[in-house]
């Protein structure tokens, strides 16, 4: 990997870290207590559940593929494998961003439709860690995207482009397949 590339894509995995933290610690410790209404912590709410548990591990997988990079020799399928992980973490990072994101939105304007009225006049606290985690996320799902490109890029990079030029093989098939048809 070119050495600007590798610092990029280093650089992006360690962004990545303390913002996927971050969101781990905002969900973690995110809980208010209503006098009316009773307490209400992220255990309460599954898609925050969710997205802690995402977190964590995108943060964990973002160290281990950093320092992979720096100090594991490069072996024909380790591309591969960056370019698997990288999609399959970025995609639950999609999910459970998107999940939140809906969550902090009925959080802040209900559902009329359904009568589910806005649990953000009552806990506006806890609403307001929720939407900054949310922020955060997707502060680390940036990070994720781009090195999942890059990833990409270095998987696929190990293949030459497909020639716009038909082989010789090609020719001479197509040429025995004509005769053949006539």
Not at 32 to 45: F, H, R, W
Request: charged share 15%; hydrophobic share 50%; net charge neutral.
């Amino acid at each position: 990997m070119a050495p600007r590339l590798k610092l990029v894509d280093s650089s992006l995995r360690l962004a990545a870290i303390p913002l996927s933290a971050a969101t781990l610690c905002l969900n973690v410790t995110n809980h208010q207590d209503n006098t009316d209404l009773g307490p209400v912590a992220y255990k309460n709410i599954q898609g925050l559940s969710y997205m802690a548990w995402i977190s964590g591990i995108s943060a964990a997988y973002s160290l281990v593929a950093t320092l992979s990079i720096w100090f594991v020799k490069c072996s024909a399928s380790k591309p591969w494998l960056f370019f698997l992980f990288d999609q399959m973490i970025t995609y639950l990072m999609v999910t459970s961003g998107a999940g939140v994101s809906e969550i902090v939105y009925l959080a802040y304007y209900g559902d009329r439709t359904v009568t589910w009225s806005e649990a953000c006049r009552s806990y506006p606290s806890f609403c307001n860690r929720m939407t900054l985690a949310v922020i955060l996320h997707a502060l680390a799902l940036f990070c994720f995207i781009a090195f999942t490109v890059i990833s990409a890029y270095r998987a696929f990079s190990l293949f030459e482009p497909p020639s716009l030029t038909p082989s010789k093989e090609v020719e001479a098939a197509d040429n025995t397949t004509s005769r053949a048809a006539a």
